[in-house]
């Protein structure tokens, strides 16, 4: 009975914390030149997931526009570009293409402990 009490609790302490990181995606639309939403706020190791709905070709570049700090790129976003970011804090973005319009930065934040 004992054993299947300890066995009961690591089973039940496996499963919260497996739910506690659950990791989600959050998607972040390129509408007529603009990052909407351009501030999101999302968990350490979520996915951020940019969607293009236009024609036109956008670059989802990492840092302070125009100075691209190398933390990741993707040149000429036809339709998707993801990535996961595992270390707090704020990451800037900009298209390199429209520097002066498009702008955008993940928080990422952990106050929620
Ligand atoms: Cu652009």
């Given amino acids: 009975m004992k054993k299947f ?13 497996s739910k506690e990181g659950w990791s989600e995606t959050v998607e972040v639309k390129i509408i ?3 990052f909407i939403p351009a501030v999101i706020k999302v968990k350490k190791g979520d996915t951020v997931r940019w969607v293009n709905t236009e024609e036109l070709r956008h670059t989802v570049t990492s ?3 125009p100075i691209s700090d190398g933390k990741f790129n993707a040149a ?3 339709k998707e570009f993801e990535v996961t970011l595992d270390k707090e804090g704020f990451y800037d ?3 390199e293409l429209h520097p002066a319009i498009m702008r955008g930065v993940v928080i990422i934040d952990l106050a929620e402990k």
Avoid: E, F, N, R
């Fill in 5 to 17: 009490l300890v066995l009961t609790s690591i089973l039940l302490s496996l499963l919260l914390s």
């Fill in 32 to 34: 007529k030149s603009t």
């Fill in 63 to 65: 840092g302070k526009a």
């Fill in 76 to 78: 000429y976003v036809k």
């Fill in 93 to 95: 973005y900009y298209c």
